[in-house]
């Protein structure tokens, strides 16, 4: 079992900047990749940005440039850092550890989701 929890969110004005963090519980390395996803009201939660276990990194368009998303290995944390926040941004922000490989352990349909962060950009 793999914990996820979320933190960083809050309230911000249109423009300004926040980090969310995702802490892993045990070793990051365990998982294929690490995913911010996001969830506004009444809309379906998307992919913002992943990075796998590589460093390799993906972000949706509508985040491109204004966002990055990092990991510290050593600390089991994935970091979202988010810069010239809109109102659009403003949802619910959920960590999600994708994939599984430990050893001779392999399951690439793992999913695991944390409590999700409120990020409310608004004036």
């Known amino acids: 079992q793999v914990q996820l929890v979320e933190s960083g969110g809050g309230s911000v004005q249109p423009g300004g900047s926040l980090r969310l963090s995702c802490a892993v519980s045990g070793n990051i390395n365990r998982f294929l990749a690490i995913n911010w996803y996001r969830q506004a009201p009444g809309e379906d939660r998307l992919m913002v940005a992943r990075?796998?276990?590589?460093?390799?990194?993906n972000y949706a368009d509508s985040v491109k440039g204004r966002f990055t998303i990092s990991r510290d290995n050593a600390k089991d944390t994935v970091y979202l850092q988010m810069h010239s926040l809109k109102p659009e941004d403003t949802a619910v922000y959920y960590c999600?550890?994708?994939?599984?490989?430990?050893?001779?352990?392999?399951?690439?349909?793992?999913?695991?989701w944390g409590q999700g962060t409120q990020v409310t950009v608004s004036s």
């Open positions: 999600n550890a994708m994939g599984f490989q430990s050893g001779a352990q392999y399951d690439p349909t793992f999913s695991s």
């Open positions: 990075i796998n276990r590589g460093g390799g990194t």
